[in-house]
């Protein structure tokens, strides 16, 4: 296994419901879990979620650190979270820059709320429930999208905040 295909914008499966896990001790999930966490390093990303390599779970991939498509991320030790819920957030919303592998080519400026509290289970099956802000709380939200069936283009309030990744990179002067 290791580095998986990503599935475009215009593939049926990204726009599906997630599932449920039911059996965190599955070998399959477990190698779900390595080869997400493989694709997400491999090609830049600071998350995954499983619908967008074509397998319609509850799981997504948390992983902020600085590369070329964020080189302001912070750094955090990468998170497999499965069938997480956001209990609770914020009052206020901040619009930011975001991309997705599955949306290449493309950015938007998009709102999201400033802080969360979140609950997920690890790899292992131990439940967690977690304060998330900013940038991290960015990154679960757009990867939580994934299980509903949306991209961060749905969430777009304004065709002139989409731009190409070239617009992008030539307006805020990313190396």
């Known amino acids: 296994m290791g580095i998986r295909s990503v599935i475009q914008l215009g593939d049926v499966r990204l726009r599906s419901q997630a599932q449920p896990i039911q059996h965190l001790d599955d070998p399959q999930l477990q190698q779900l879990i390595d080869d997400l966490l493989a694709?997400?390093?491999?090609?830049?990303?600071?998350?995954i979620a499983a619908p967008q390599v074509a397998e319609g779970l509850q799981l997504f991939i948390v992983a902020s650190r600085p590369n070329p498509r964020y080189p302001e991320a912070p750094t955090m030790e990468p998170v497999a979270m499965i069938n997480p819920h956001i209990l609770n957030h914020s009052d206020d919303q901040v619009k930011g820059w975001e991309g997705c592998l599955s949306v290449p080519g493309k950015r938007g400026?998009?709102?999201r709320y400033r802080e969360i509290e979140v609950t997920y289970l690890?790899?292992?099956?131990?439940?967690?429930?977690?304060?998330?802000?900013?940038f991290v709380a960015r990154i679960?939200?757009?990867?939580?999208?994934?299980?509903q069936g949306k991209v961060f283009l749905d969430r777009v309030e304004h065709p002139d905040d989409i731009l190409t990744?070239?617009?992008?990179q030539n307006r805020f002067n990313c190396p």
């Open 140 to 147: 679960f939200q757009h990867e939580y999208d994934h299980l």
């Open 109 to 111: 400026f998009v709102p």
């Open 39 to 47: 694709t997400a390093a491999a090609k830049n990303g600071v998350g």
């Open 165 to 168: 990744e070239a617009e992008y």
């Open 122 to 134: 690890d790899r292992d099956g131990h439940d967690h429930r977690q304060h998330l802000q900013d």
